[in-house]
C-alpha cells in the first residue's frame, strides 16, 4: 500500500506489513477497492470504497444540483444540500481557498422538516468569494459536490463612473458635462448589462471588479500619480463623442421570441419536437425541464439554424418520464410549453401535435425585413435630427497634451447636407451589418468638424491642430485594427459590446472641435470588393503574470507565414539579446523574456504588414522557495513519542509576507504548551512540543503576499510501539494433523513495520504455555505440532524496531479429525480427440475440513462394468484437469473423479455423459425452409429442415439455436432445441420479432439462417364470425327483471364491437362487457322502454358481422273489460268485451276466448289471438246454457279472464231413464307374499351394499328386517324403506361387522313370510 506525498508527489511506503496485506488480500479475493463513477446529478462525483454493496445499502449521493448562491457584500448566504445514502451519510463543508473553522462566521445545521444540511455564512465580505465543497461520507463510500459563492455588489457603484471625470484645476469641464457624462455612463451600464444578459453572461460580479480596477487607476491619473496610457483612455470610454450622444435617441433591440414554443403531443416510443423563432439572431439558448439544463445528446438532440434565429429540441423514444414543462430560455427572455405522452394517441381520442405548425423560414424572412426597417427608422430620425441643428451646442476644449496649455474654444457646430448624407450612409451600412454606428466611424465621416479661429504657424495651421490630426488618425488606427481583431474573434452580439465599451468618442470630441478645418473621406469606409484583406492576426497577444527571475513567453499568429514583424516594448523597438530572444515557427512569432525582472514590466506590441496587437506583462514577485530547501522540507520527519518536532523552510518574495502553518488542515496558532510559531522576513520555523502518536499527520506551510500564494507540505510521523494484534483468529485448515489460522495486523504500528510476531502456545487441560519463537510479519500461522481432535489457544505479539506490543489471545483451536471430502460434480468433456480426450471438473463442495491434496480419474468403456485407473493410485492429479490418452479410436468412454484430502480419499462422483474417442466433428450447415407455422398475440411456431450432411465438409447436425429479438431491441435471446420446430412463446401482442435459428453439434454452430421478414405477434386475420349455437332473435323479459344478451364470436385481430338499438346508440343505462371471443349487452333494471332491435356490430380489418335481437320489456297483461253477448243469427253469438288497459302499452297483446257448455265440464278454446273486441261462436245449441271467458294474452302470460253471463237457449225437455246393472262384491284380502326375493351380496369394505326385495299383501303387511336374527329397524347405521311394497335397506359403508345372514319378514292378519340372503365382505 503506498500514499501518495502532497508536498512533491513521490509515493512513499510507510509499512512492509501493509504491502504483505495488500498481497494477501488480493491473493485471498478481499481486496477493497476505490471506484470512482458518476451520478446522475451534473457535477457530483461519487467515490465508492467497496466493489460489492450489500442489498438495501448503498452509497452518498445528492437528490440535486447545488445552486450558486448570488449574494451581496454584508449580507448572509446559505447553502442547501440534500444527501441520499444507506446507512445516512455524515455531511460536512469546505472550501477550496481557506478554511470554515470559525464556527460563528460559518455555521453547519441540518433542517429536520425538509432533511437538508445547511451551510450558513454570515456577513460575507469579498474573501468569502470561493468554491464551496459538500462531502456526504458513509462506510461504502463518499459523494463530493461543488458550489460557487459569488458577490453581486462591490466596493465602487457602477452609478459613480462620473467620479472618473474629476474636474482638473483648469476647470475646463462645466458642472452640466459632468451631469451629461453621469446620464451617458448609466445608459452605458444599462446597454452593457442587456448584452451581457444576450449573451448568456451571468457573472456581472467580473464585469464590475474590472471596471472598479479601471476606475482606480483613472483616479491615481486624477490625483497626478501617472498618467494613463491613450488605450486605457481609450478602453474605458473616458472621452466621449458626438455619435454616443446621439446614441442616447434610440435604444438597441431587445431580445425576444418572435414564435414561442407550442404544447406537443406524442405517443409512447416516438419522437416530440419543440421548435421557436428569435428576434435576434443568437448561436446558442437554453433549454431546460425540471429545472435541469439540457444538454446535446442521442435522447435530446439540439439544433440551430444557420442564420441562427431558429432553435429546435427533438426528444426522442418519449416515455411516461418525460412529460412536463420545456422551457428555452434567451438572455432574459423565456417561452414554456407542455409535453404530453400518452400510451395510445387513438385510444385517447388525440392527435399527435408538435413544432410551431407554420413556415418558420417565412416567419424569419418578415422578422429580418422588420428588424432592417427599425434600423432605417432609426437612421432617419437621427439625420431629420441633425437637419433640424438640434445637435448644436457649447464645447469646451481641453489643453493640448505636449505642452498643456489650456484653449477652451466656444463655437456652434454646423453640419452641411453632403456631410450628413455621408455620414448616414456608412452608419447605415454597419447598422445593417448586425452593429451600432461606432462613435469613431461617425466623426471620421465628418461629424462636428469646423474651423475655430486660431492662430497658424507659417504653414497656415497652428500646433494644437496638427497634434489633434495627428490624434485622430491614430485613435483611427488603433479602432479599425480593434475592429478588425474582433470580426475574427467576437460574435455579433459581442462586437456590438466592442463598439460600445472600446471605441473612445469623447476623445474625439476633445480633439476634433479644434480649430482644424473638416475634413471628408474621398472614398467610402469600407471598400465594396476587397480582394486581398492583407495580414490578420489568426491570434492576437494576450497579457501575462511572469514570475520575478522565471522566463515568459509572448506569442500571436497571423494569417500568412511569409511575413515579417517587429516587436516593441513601451514604444521601443525590441532586439534579440540576453534578455530577448525573438523567434518565427510558420505563421507563430514569439518573444522570450529571459530571467524576467521588474523593469521587464510594461506593454509589448508586435506589428506586422500595418497591423499590431498589443499585451501587458507584469513580472510579479510571489512567495516561493528554494528547491533545496523545499526538496528538505518536503522529506517526512520521523521522531519517537515525546519528543520535540522541528519544522524550519526558507523563503524569498515581496514583502510583507504573511504565515501560516497548518496540521491535517487545521491552523496552528502559538501554543505554550505545545506549539511555537518563529517568523522572520526570510525564514519561518514550527516548534511542536511532546509529540504523541495521534500528532502524525500532514504539515502544511502556506505564504501569501499581494503577488500570490505559495505552499510546501511534509509529513510528520510520530514512532511508537504498535497496538495489539486484531482479532479474532480466523482458521483456514484444520485437518488431524495441522492447524493453519490468521489474523489481523495491529490497527496502529507506530509508524514502524511489524518485522516479527511471538507466538505461544497453550494446550486446552494444561497451565504451561510453549513457546513457539517469532515468525515473519506475516499475520499468518501454520502449526504442524498438534495432536487429532485436541484444542489450542495461542498468544501473539508484534514486534517492531520501537518495541513490542501487548498480547493477543485466540480462541479455542482444534485439531481436525478424519473427514473424507464429498464428492466433485460430474467431470465435463473439454475435448476429444482420437488419441486423446480432455475433462475439467469442479473442487468437492465439503473438503472434509483439510486441504484437497489431488484427485482419482477412472473410465469404463461403453457396455462394460469395468472401471480402470487414469492416474496411478499414489499419484493423484493435483489440478482439476486431466488429459486421457489411453483411449481408442472410435470408441465411447465415460469417466468419473473422486477427491483425496489429508485424511483419504473421497467418495466417486457421478460419470459424466459418454464421449466418443474420435476428432472434432465439423459444424453443421445451415437449415433449410425455415417459416413460420402458427403466429398468436403470445406465441409463435417456428419449423425447419435439418441441414444436409457433406463429409468433411459439414457434419450431423445434433441440435438448434433459435434466437429472437424484439424490433426495439438490439441484444438476441437464445434457446436450444432438438427438434426441428420450436414454439416461441411469452411474447407481446402486435410486437414485431426477428428470428434466425443456428444449427450446431459437436464441431461447432453452422451458419445463420434468418427469416426474410419479421413475425408479427398476432394470429392470422379472421374474418368475425358468431359462435354461439341457436342464438336468439327474440327476448321477453318482464319489467323490472335484468336484460343480458351474450354474444360469443371469432375474429383475428380483436375486433371493434358496437351495439345498436333500432339502428341508434344504446341508452346510458345499457352496460356492455366486451372480452376475448365474447360480448354482453346488459340492462340492470329493465322498463318497458327498453323494448326494441338490438343490434351488435363486429368488426376488424378482414370484415365485419353483424346480428340482431328483438328485446320484449313487458309484464302480465290486465284482463279485458265487462263482456257482453248478443245473438244475431240462430246458432250463433256475438261475443264483445271491453279491450285491457295494457292494449295501448303492448302492440303484440291479443285475446283467447273459452267457452263452457252445460252439458260438458271442461272449457274450450274456441278463439285465439285475436286482435280485435269481438267475435262470433257458432254452433250454440238450444236448450243449453254457456259461460264465455275472454283472457288477454302477451308474451308474458295471460291475464285472469273476464266473465260473461250465462247464455241459454230454451227447448222442450225429456225424461230420461238409466238402468244400472247389479255388481258383485270380491274379498280382496291375502296373506303377504314376497314376489321378488333378496339376492346374494358381495361388497368391497369400505363401499355401499343395497339390499330390495317386493313384497304383496293385503292389508298391507309390516315390514321388519334383522341380521343374524337381530333386530335392524331401530338401528340408525341402516337405511331401511317401503314404498309401494318395495322393501329395501341401505348400508353406507360396509365392515366386517356388518358380514352375516339378513332377513326380513312380511306379516298381516292373514299370515306371515319372510326371505333371507347372505352379505360377505371382500377386502
Not at 674 to 697: P, Y
Not at 1025 to 1052: C, D, L, P, Q, W
Not at 1139 to 1164: G, N, V
Not at 1246 to 1258: I, P
Amino acid at each position: 500500500m503506498w500514499k501518495r506525498s502532497k508536498g512533491s508527489g513521490r509515493k512513499v511506503c510507510f509499512s512492509l506489513v501493509h504491502q504483505y496485506i495488500q498481497h494477501f488480500n488480493e491473493k485471498a479475493g478481499s481486496k477493497s477497492a476505490a471506484i470512482r463513477r458518476r451520478s446522475k446529478i451534473p457535477g457530483v462525483v461519487i467515490t465508492q470504497n467497496i466493489v460489492s454493496i450489500p442489498e438495501g445499502k448503498s452509497v452518498p449521493d445528492f437528490k440535486c444540483k447545488l445552486n450558486p448562491v448570488n449574494v451581496q457584500e454584508g449580507k448572509s448566504a446559505v447553502f442547501k444540500a440534500l444527501v441520499i445514502g444507506e446507512p445516512k451519510p455524515e455531511v460536512t463543508w469546505k472550501r477550496v481557498r481557506g478554511s470554515i473553522l470559525d464556527k460563528e462566521k460559518y455555521q453547519m445545521k441540518y433542517d429536520d422538516s425538509t432533511g437538508e444540511y445547511l451551510l450558513e455564512i454570515r456577513a460575507v465580505t469579498c474573501a468569502d468569494a470561493d468554491t464551496y465543497k459538500c462531502i456526504a461520507v458513509n462506510e461504502y463510500g463518499k459523494a463530493i459536490c461543488s458550489v460557487a459563492l459569488n458577490l453581486t455588489d462591490v466596493v465602487t457603484d457602477p452609478s459613480d463612473f462620473r467620479k472618473l471625470l474629476r474636474k482638473t484645476n483648469t476647470n475646463i469641464f462645466e458642472e452640466n458635462q459632468t451631469e451629461k457624462v453621469k446620464e451617458r455612463n448609466e445608459r452605458y451600464r444599462d446597454t452593457l448589462q442587456r448584452d451581457y444578459e444576450t449573451l448568456g453572461t451571468k457573472d456581472m460580479h467580473l464585469m464590475h471588479m474590472k471596471t472598479e480596477e479601471k476606475r482606480q487607476q483613472m483616479l491615481k491619473y486624477q490625483h497626478g500619480t501617472s498618467p494613463p496610457d491613450e488605450d486605457l483612455v481609450r478602453k474605458n470610454g473616458l472621452i466621449g463623442g458626438r455619435c454616443a450622444k446621439d446614441a442616447e435617441n434610440f435604444t438597441l433591440p431587445q431580445l425576444d421570441f418572435a414564435v414561442k414554443l407550442q404544447e406537443a403531443i406524442t405517443e409512447e416510443k416516438d419522437t416530440a419536437l419543440f421548435e421557436c423563432v428569435l428576434t435576434q439572431p443568437l448561436p446558442k439558448i437554453t433549454w431546460m425541464s425540471k429545472g435541469t439544463v439540457l444538454e446535446d445528446s442521442e435522447k435530446y438532440q439540439i439544433s440551430v439554424s444557420e442564420h441562427q434565429m431558429i432553435h429546435r429540441l427533438l426528444i426522442t423514444d418519449c416515455s411516461d418520464q418525460d412529460k412536463g414543462v420545456y422551457s428555452a430560455v434567451a438572455g432574459s427572455a423565456s417561452s414554456n410549453a407542455a409535453l404530453d405522452v400518452e400510451a395510445d394517441l387513438e385510444a385517447a381520442g388525440k392527435k399527435k401535435t408538435g413544432g410551431a405548425g407554420i413556415d418558420l423560414e417565412e416567419v424569419v424572412k418578415q422578422q429580418q425585413i422588420k428588424n432592417q426597417e427599425e434600423m432605417e427608422k432609426i437612421l432617419e430620425a437621427i439625420k431629420a435630427k441633425h437637419d433640424t441643428g438640434e445637435l448644436t451646442e457649447q464645447k469646451t476644449l481641453s489643453t493640448s497634451r505636449k505642452e498643456g496649455q489650456i484653449i477652451s474654444l466656444t463655437e456652434p457646430v454646423k453640419y452641411s447636407g453632403s456631410d450628413m448624407h455621408d455620414s448616414n450612409n456608412n452608419c447605415n451600412k454597419a447598422m445593417l451589418n448586425g452593429l451600432s454606428p461606432s462613435p469613431q466611424q461617425m466623426i471620421d465621416d465628418g461629424f462636428g468638424r469646423d474651423k475655430p479661429e486660431e492662430t497658424k504657424d507659417g504653414d497656415g495651421r497652428n500646433k494644437l491642430e496638427e497634434e489633434m490630426e495627428h490624434a485622430v488618425q491614430e485613435s483611427r488606427d488603433t479602432c479599425d485594427e480593434e475592429l478588425n481583431e474582433s470580426n475574427t474573434k467576437l460574435t455579433p452580439k459581442k462586437k456590438k459590446y466592442e463598439s460600445f465599451f472600446n471605441e473612445d468618442s469623447e476623445a474625439e470630441e476633445l480633439i476634433g472641435l479644434a480649430t482644424q478645418p473638416r475634413r471628408k473621406r474621398i472614398g467610402p469606409l469600407i471598400e465594396d470588393a476587397v480582394i486581398d484583406p492583407g495580414v490578420q492576426f489568426i491570434w492576437g497577444l494576450s497579457d501575462i503574470n511572469a514570475i520575478i527571475c522565471e522566463n515568459a513567453e509572448l506569442t500571436c499568429k497571423l494569417s500568412k507565414e511569409d511575413c515579417e514583424g517587429v516587436w516593441f516594448r513601451d514604444g521601443e523597438k525590441i532586439i534579440t539579446g540576453d534578455t530577448f530572444i525573438i523567434s518565427k515557427e510558420g505563421a507563430i512569432h514569439k518573444l522570450l523574456i529571459m530571467n524576467c525582472q521588474e523593469e521587464h514590466s510594461g506593454k509589448y506590441r508586435f506589428e506586422a504588414d500595418n497591423r499590431k496587437t498589443e499585451a501587458v506583462v507584469n513580472v510579479k514577485d510571489p512567495p516561493r522557495f528554494e528547491p533545496e530547501d523545499l526538496n528538505a522540507f518536503t522529506e517526512p520527519l520521523r521522531i519517537k513519542v515525546g519528543h520535540n518536532a522541528v519544522f524550519k523552510l526558507n523563503f524569498l518574495g515581496f514583502e510583507p509576507i504573511k504565515i501560516k502553518w497548518y496540521r491535517e488542515g487545521e491552523e496552528l496558532h502559538d501554543d505554550a504548551s505545545s506549539t511555537r510559531i518563529d517568523k522572520s522576513a526570510s525564514h519561518s520555523r514550527l516548534l511542536l512540543s511532546r509529540c504523541q502518536r495521534r500528532d502524525s499527520g500532514e504539515i502544511k506551510i502556506r505564504l501569501k503576499n499581494e503577488h500570490g500564494t505559495a505552499e510546501a507540505i511534509t509529513q510528520l510521523i510520530v514512532l511508537d510501539k504498535p497496538t495489539t494484534p486484531l482479532g479474532p483468529a480466523e482458521i483456514t485448515l484444520s485437518s488431524a494433523t495441522c492447524i493453519e489460522f490468521k489474523w489481523r495486523p495491529p490497527k496502529d504500528d507506530g509508524g514502524s513495520p511489524v518485522m516479527n510476531y511471538i507466538m505461544e502456545r497453550q494446550q486446552i487441560g494444561r497451565n504451561t504455555w510453549k513457546k513457539l519463537g517469532e515468525i515473519p510479519g506475516v499475520p499468518f500461522y501454520r502449526d504442524t505440532d498438534v495432536d487429532r481432535g485436541r484444542k489450542y489457544c495461542y498468544r501473539i505479539r508484534a514486534l517492531t524496531s520501537e518495541g513490542v506490543s501487548e498480547v493477543m489471545e485466540t480462541e479455542d483451536l482444534q485439531a481436525g479429525i478424519l473427514a473424507f471430502p464429498s464428492a466433485p460434480a460430474p467431470p465435463k468433456v473439454v475435448s476429444a480427440f482420437d488419441d486423446c480426450i480432455n475433462l475439467s471438473w469442479t473442487a468437492p463442495s465439503n473438503t472434509g475440513g483439510s486441504q484437497i491434496i489431488g484427485y482419482m480419474v477412472e473410465k469404463r468403456k461403453k457396455g462394460s462394468n469395468l472401471w480402470t485407473g487414469v492416474n496411478a493410485s499414489m499419484e493423484p492429479i493435483k489440478e482439476k484437469k486431466c488429459a486421457v490418452k489411453d483411449v481408442v479410436a472410435g470408441m465411447e468412454y465415460e469417466f468419473r473423479v473422486l477427491a483425496v484430502n489429508l485424511s483419504g480419499p473421497g467418495e466417486f462422483s457421478n460419470p459424466c455423459d459418454f464421449v466418443f474417442a474420435r476428432d472434432p466433428k465439423k459444424p453443421p450447415g445451415k437449415v433449410i425452409g425455415l417459416k413460420v407455422t402458427e403466429t398468436s398475440y403470445n406465441h409463435f411456431v417456428l419449423s425447419w429442415t435439418k441441414p444436409k450432411d457433406k463429409p468433411d465438409i459439414e457434419d450431423e447436425a445434433k441440435g438448434y439455436f433459435v434466437e429472437i429479438r424484439n424490433a426495439q431491441c438490439l441484444e438476441w435471446s437464445r434457446s436450444f432445441t432438438i427438434t426441428t420446430t420450436y414454439t416461441v412463446k411469452g411474447l407481446r401482442a402486435m410486437d414485431m420479432y426477428w428470428v434466425r435459428v443456428i444449427a450446431t453439434n459437436d464441431g461447432g454452430e453452422g451458419q445463420t439462417e434468418e427469416l426474410s421478414n419479421y413475425v408479427l405477434a398476432m394470429p392470422p386475420l379472421v374474418r368475425p364470425k358468431f359462435t354461439t349455437k341457436k342464438m336468439k332473435t327474440f327476448v321477453v323479459v318482464r319489467a323490472g327483471n335484468t336484460v343480458r344478451v351474450t354474444i360469443n364470436f371469432e375474429a383475428s385481430p380483436p375486433p371493434d364491437i358496437m351495439w345498436l338499438k333500432d339502428n341508434g346508440p344504446v341508452s346510458k343505462r345499457v352496460t356492455v362487457s366486451n372480452s376475448d371471443g365474447a360480448s354482453q349487452m346488459l340492462i340492470p333494471s329493465s322498463e318497458r322502454s327498453d323494448s326494441g332491435i338490438y343490434s351488435i356490430l363486429v368488426r376488424n380489418l378482414a370484415g365485419q358481422e353483424t346480428f340482431s335481437t328483438e328485446v320484449r320489456v313487458t309484464d302480465d297483461p290486465k284482463p279485458p273489460g265487462p263482456v257482453e253477448i248478443e245473438e244475431n243469427v240462430p246458432g250463433t253469438v256475438q261475443v264483445t268485451w271491453q279491450p285491457s288497459p295494457d292494449e295501448k302499452l303492448d302492440d303484440r297483446l291479443h285475446y283467447t276466448i273459452s267457452k263452457l257448455d252445460s252439458t260438458k265440464h271442461t272449457w274450450i278454446t274456441v278463439a285465439d289471438r285475436l286482435f280485435n273486441n269481438k267475435f262470433t261462436v257458432c254452433n250454440i245449441m238450444p236448450g243449453r246454457e254457456y259461460h264465455f271467458r275472454v283472457y288477454a294474452k302477451n308474451d308474458m302470460g295471460v291475464s285472469t279472464p273476464s266473465e260473461s253471463p250465462t247464455w241459454a237457449v230454451g227447448r222442450k225437455k225429456e225424461k230420461l231413464s238409466l238402468t244400472l246393472p247389479n255388481r258383485e262384491e270380491r274379498d280382496l284380502r291375502c296373506a303377504p307374499d314376497f314376489i321378488v326375493p333378496l339376492k346374494l351380496h358381495a361388497a368391497p369394505k369400505g363401499y355401499e351394499c343395497y339390499m330390495s326385495c317386493a313384497v304383496t299383501g293385503n292389508p298391507k303387511p309390516r315390514i321388519t328386517w334383522y341380521r343374524d336374527h337381530v333386530n335392524l329397524n331401530t338401528n340408525t347405521n341402516y337405511y331401511i324403506s317401503n314404498t309401494c311394497g318395495v322393501c329395501s335397506m341401505l348400508i353406507l359403508s360396509v365392515g366386517s361387522k356388518d358380514v352375516g345372514k339378513y332377513t326380513v319378514t312380511a306379516e298381516n292378519a292373514l299370515g306371515r313370510s319372510e326371505c333371507s340372503t347372505m352379505l360377505s365382505v371382500r377386502e
